[in-house]
């Protein structure tokens, strides 16, 4: 049984960076697809990052270019860049896995992470 553990939130200043971590052995999965949401308190969650098993990824237009979803070699850990922070970016963000999917665009995101608080201040 997969399980998600995020971690690498925290407080920082604007225009900083910070790295999210998701723990995530997907090793023995031959499709899947893993992804980063976030929520702020009182909006509606978000889908910011995906990947999938073939390593295409994809992002919301708020993130793309400062945001970078990647996995390390051993598909164990899921990793979310983000650079040039801003106070909008300021959420819980947890990751999500579709172990099955061949494409993130119609994944049935059912397993979840905990979540990590990330806060940015201007």
């Known amino acids: 049984q997969v399980q998600l553990v995020e971690s690498g939130g925290g407080s920082v200043q604007a225009g900083g960076s910070l790295r999210l971590s998701c723990a995530a052995s997907?090793?023995?999965?031959?499709?899947?697809?893993l992804a980063w949401f976030r929520q702020a308190p009182g909006k509606k969650r978000e889908r910011v990052a995906t990947?999938?098993?073939?390593?295409?990824?994809s992002y919301a237009d708020s993130v793309r270019g400062r945001f970078t979803i990647s996995q390390d070699n051993a598909k164990t850990t899921l990793y979310l860049q983000m650079n040039t922070l801003k106070p909008e970016d300021t959420a819980m963000y947890y990751c999500?896995?579709?172990?099955?999917?061949?494409?993130?665009?119609?994944?049935?995101?059912?397993?979840w992470g905990q979540g990590t608080q990330v806060t940015v201040s201007s």
């Open positions: 999500a896995a579709d172990l099955g999917a061949r494409w993130c665009f119609n994944a049935d995101f059912r397993l």
């Open positions: 997907v090793f023995s999965y031959r499709s899947y697809c």
């Open positions: 990947i999938n098993s073939g390593g295409g990824t």
